[in-house]
Nanobody, 120 residues
């Protein structure tokens, strides 16, 4: 049974930092691209950062470049999102995603999300 469990969200003041974790189970973690997405109230879900499975490269949305860092530990089946210099516009539910294209089949899994609130 596939599970993605996010943790680490909470309330933080502007300029502060948080580290999100996403623990995965039920699939071969190292073969999946792992990404973080977020959804603010009244807005569509958007990609924040992605860490590929093959080249080991990472990419970021423009609005988090230089502030957020995605990393993964394949030994622990966990992906992280280090978030620094947070501002109120970063307030959202953050979701972890695992994605893999195998032949003609795409495998796509989501966690339940963790709330991040940036407020003074």
């Amino acid at each position: 049974q596939v599970q993605l469990v996010e943790s680490g969200g909470g309330l933080v003041q502007p300029g502060g930092s948080l580290r999100l974790s996403c623990a995965a189970s039920g699939f071969t973690f190292s073969r999946y691209a792992m990404s973080w997405h977020r959804q603010a109230p009244g807005k569509e879900r958007e990609l924040v950062a992605i860490y590929t499975s093959d080249s080991g490269s990472s990419n970021y949305a423009e609005f988090v470049k230089g502030r957020f860092t995605i990393s993964r530990d394949n030994a622990k089946n966990t992906v992280y999102l280090q978030m620094n210099s947070l501002n109120p516009e970063d307030t959202a539910v953050y979701f972890c995603n695992a994605n893999r294209l195998l032949g003609d089949s795409r495998y796509d899994y989501w966690g339940q999300g963790t709330q991040v609130t940036v407020s003074s």
